[in-house]
């Protein structure tokens, strides 16, 4: 019996992180406020309306990216520049995220989790098509 789970371990990091950042791009983002209203309520916070549609879309396919293993590093690294600009977002909120505005320390879990993953790379069952793979 396999005694190192690290790749294991590696590989549920991975398909959570890219569950919630589909939760939050497609469930949110796009399928409960609509993306006119994703958009409106970027423009609410002094930030251009664009940037919510970048958003959604970075979440999106980050957390499909993520899911399936596949260009893990890339992924985890195009969320980070989102995921400090939530923390940032949230900061003046104070600690608990469900306070008024949401807390800091979801989206700053979020950031230091992520940059592990981008460190760590995909672990088990990644998914990695034949032109990606490293030579043996």
């Keep these: 019996m396999p005694t190192d789970t690290a ?37 609410s916070l002094g930030y251009p309306p664009m940037l919510g549609a970048v958003v959604a879309l970075a979440e999106i396919s980050a ?10 590093r890339p992924a985890a690294l195009l969320m980070l520049p989102i995921l400090l600009g939530a923390t940032l977002t949230h900061a003046g909120n104070g600690w608990v995220f469900n ?26 069952f990644a998914w990695q098509p034949v032109a990606l793979r490293r030579p043996a």
């Design 63 to 72: 957390g499909l990216a993520l899911v399936l293993g596949v260009l893990v």
């Design 99 to 124: 306070a008024t505005g949401g807390g800091w320390e979801f989206p700053a879990f979020l950031t230091l989790a992520t940059l592990a993953q981008a460190g760590l790379g995909a672990g088990a």
């Design 7 to 43: 790749p294991h371990a590696i590989a549920l990091l991975r398909v959570s992180l890219g569950a919630i950042f589909l939760a939050h791009g497609l469930i949110l983002k796009l399928m409960t406020f609509g993306l006119a209203g994703t958009m409106g309520f970027f423009g």
